[in-house]
């Protein structure tokens, strides 16, 4: 047995539930979910498309309203409408603002919490070079291709050094390629600070790739239906994983479970 203490739980998730009422009818998106993460652990919460998984992100973010249930980071329950300040957020969509330059996309979280302009510049001349932008700081984000673009939306939410991080699809939209790039990218800046993250994904490869747990979730309405451990070492490297036996029995193994649901989410 060893020795080291648990670690500690950074975020815990209790009968939690979200209705929406939408032309006169109530949609159960989510039903009942509970589940905990510990400090630095990189969960991938995953299910098809309708499951739920955008909904559970936006509550823990107070984005939305639960109708019921509870949320807690760091032991304390979070209030809808009132950001929890170690928690920061990546959107699938890039949400850049398309006047500002690379440097400025990044920057303006500090540039909002009145940050001294000497110190801003440093720490976002580090953020581009972290994320591989060098020479791109002046640029607009019409000039970047997708990969790049995601590139400055994930260092405008590390800028700010969230012990948190609520990831949902962040690279959905990406081609595959550029989408490993990512992986290998986000794995990379991980390794340094080693922030607990939930990361919405209905992308087993993804989730994979990146989580040391899969928390899978059933068809709506949604539940928690698996969690998974998953195996791989770290560091990791995105692109070789992919090649090992491990990640074919892992794949397997939670594809079954998957498939059962995406069958479901599409029966007439
Ligand atoms: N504001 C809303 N009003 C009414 N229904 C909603 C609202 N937001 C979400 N829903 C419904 O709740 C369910 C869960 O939606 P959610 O966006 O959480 O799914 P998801 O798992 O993130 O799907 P995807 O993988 O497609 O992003 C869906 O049936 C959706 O139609
Ligand atoms: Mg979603």
């Known amino acids: ?116 302009v000497a110190e801003r510049r440093t720490r976002v001349a580090e953020a581009i070079h972290r994320a591989g932008l060098d020479g791109f700081a002046k640029f607009y984000p019409t000039s970047l291709s997708g990969g790049m673009r995601q590139r400055v939306s994930l260092m405008r939410t590390l800028i700010t050094q969230p012990e948190i991080l609520l990831m949902d699809e962040p690279f959905g939209a990406l081609d595959t390629h550029t989408k490993l790039e990512m992986h290998s990218v986000l794995l990379g800046l991980w390794e340094r600070a080693r922030q607990t993250v939930l990361f919405v994904t209905h992308d087993l490869g993804e989730a994979l790739t990146l989580a040391d747990r899969v928390i899978l979730m059933s068809a709506r309405p949604g539940r928690i239906k698996d969690d998974f451990q998953v195996g791989f070492e770290r560091p990791r490297d995105a692109v070789a994983l992919r090649e090992t036996p491990l990640y074919a029995e892992q794949f397997q193994r939670i594809w079954h479970s998957l498939g059962q649901e995406f069958a479901k989410g599409h029966a007439p």
């Open 1 to 116: 047995m060893s020795d080291a203490a648990p670690a500690r739980c950074r975020i815990e998730i209790k009968g939690l539930r979200k209705t929406f009422t939408a032309r006169g009818r109530d949609i159960v998106a989510v039903d009942d979910a509970s589940f905990q993460i510990a400090d630095g652990e990189f969960v991938a919460l995953l299910g098809p498309s309708g499951c739920g998984k955008s909904t559970i992100l936006n509550m823990v973010a107070t984005l939305i309203e639960p109708s019921g249930g509870s949320i807690l980071v760091d032991g304390m329950p979070v209030t809808f409408g009132r950001p929890t300040k170690q928690v920061g957020y990546v959107f699938q969509k890039d949400t850049l603002f398309p006047w500002r330059t690379v440097e400025d996309n990044i920057g303006y979280a500090l540039e909002l919490a009145g940050v001294p």
